[in-house]
């Protein structure tokens, strides 16, 4: 059986240091990426548990309010809790799309020059 020759890639790329990883961590380009993230992720997240503990805290304290029927056996209480499978969906879509167009190309960047590439 003859010896397997290295892959292409594993050619390519030199693994990083340690400090080169300290210096791009504290790179304003790595400071940026993380802001990018922070400010889309963080407010969703919190309007999102925001959402959730008003839909727990009717179906807990306002149960003559989420039992108003809408049309036919369609109440408020079933209508918000589909909407809150509703807003996951939305919210883990639009975050995909904000990290292909904002994170994932400055990201990205970074590993590649990381591990040495043009």
Do not use: C
């Not at 802001?35 to 963080?42: D, I, K, L, N, T």
């Amino acid at each position: 059986m003859a010896a397997e020759a290295p892959s292409p890639s594993a050619e390519e790329h030199k693994l990083p240091t340690p400090e080169e990883f300290t210096a791009v961590q504290e790179s304003a380009e790595f400071g940026e990426l993380r802001r990018s993230h922070r400010s889309f992720a963080f407010p969703l997240t919190v309007g999102f548990i925001l959402w959730y503990l008003l839909y727990v805290l009717l179906s807990n304290y306002a149960g003559g309010f989420m039992g108003t029927e809408l049309f036919g056996n369609i109440n408020v209480a079933l209508v918000f809790g589909v909407l809150q499978f509703v807003t996951t969906f939305l919210i883990a879509w639009w975050y995909s799309r904000h990290a292909a167009t904002n994170l994932d190309p400055k990201a990205e960047a970074i590993k590649t020059r990381m591990e040495g590439g043009a």
